[in-house]
């Protein structure tokens, strides 16, 4: 192994367990994010609302579609991710609205 080698490796092992952080991190946000929107979904249903509300969906898009965009990071992907996410929510609401959990 030539010297370029090792520190190419030893690069990689650090960047590499900074996104392995990062990853759980984000772990924990999302563990975050989904108690409370729990705790919405037992809101809306004790109060009688649906499980989704487009127009609260819009603007957090929007939002974080900017705050992608002032990131560096591509506001089509962020969409998606919250997409993914809103879905994952509002499922989560039916099922609660339901009485399932």
């Known amino acids: 192994m030539i ?13 590499r367990g900074s996104i392995d952080n990062i990853d759980a991190a984000l772990i924990h946000l999302l563990a975050e ?7 919405v979904g037992v809101l809306k249903a004790s109060a009688g609302l ?13 939002r974080l ?15 998606k991710f919250l997409a993914f996410i809103i879905a994952e929510v509002i499922h ?7 009485g399932a959990v």
């Open 33 to 39: 994010r989904f108690k409370c929107t729990q705790r």
């Open 3 to 15: 010297m370029g080698d090792a520190k190419v490796a030893a690069d990689l092992n650090d960047l």
């Open 65 to 79: 579609r900017a705050l992608a965009q002032e990131s560096g990071l591509d506001p089509v992907f962020a969409e």
């Open 50 to 62: 649906p499980p989704a509300d487009p127009d609260r969906e819009a603007v957090q898009i929007a």
């Open 92 to 98: 989560h609401h039916e099922a609660i609205a339901l």
